[in-house]
């Protein structure tokens, strides 16, 4: 590279191939649990997050405590805004529908705090689950009254 390149380099006002551009951000849904009891709660929480840039959305479900925000924005960006303005404990929504998860009622997964029809969100349940091994499954299957022809003693 010559002392031309470098100079022109350093004075780039052509094309700007070299420039840097942002990432654009992309429309997201953030879902945040927040507690929320009364109209002044739920009007705190939505002034809270309706002056930040890329907000498009808000929603609220008093009774779920629970704040939809919809826009181009980060999620925790919009958790932090929430809590310094607000002073409220918030977390991102920690639940998921009932159906998608395979063990509902399993350790760590049902919560008597979460709203109908939902429980909480645990990466990997099977994990915490107790699993029979092949050779526990095969002595109780060996004895069981379901299957008469399995023991040969009795």
């Known amino acids: 590279m010559g002392a031309l390149d470098h100079l022109s380099n350093m004075f780039d006002c052509g094309s700007g191939s070299n420039r840097k551009y942002k990432k654009r951000k992309q429309l997201q849904t953030v879902e945040i649990k927040v507690k929320i009891d009364c109209d002044g709660c739920e009007r705190k929480v939505r002034r809270s997050v309706e002056g930040m840039k890329g907000v498009t959305s808000v929603s609220i479900e ?8 919809v826009g181009y924005v980060e999620p925790h960006k919009v958790l932090s805004r929430v809590a310094f303005r607000t002073g409220k404990k918030a977390e991102l929504w920690p639940y998921v529908p009932y159906d998608i998860v395979a063990h509902p009622y399993a350790q760590g997964v049902y919560d008597k705090k979460a709203p109908a029809g939902y429980v909480r969100y645990v990466e990997d349940p099977h994990n915490q689950l107790a699993r029979a091994s092949s ?4 002595y109780t299957t060996a004895f069981s009254d379901e299957n008469p022809a399995a023991c040969s003693i009795m």
Not at 62 to 69: C, D
Not at 135 to 138: A, F, I, P, W
Request: hydrophobic share 25%; proline share 0%.
């Open 62 to 69: 008093r009774k779920q405590h629970k704040l939809t925000v």
């Open 135 to 138: 050779t526990e499954v095969r």
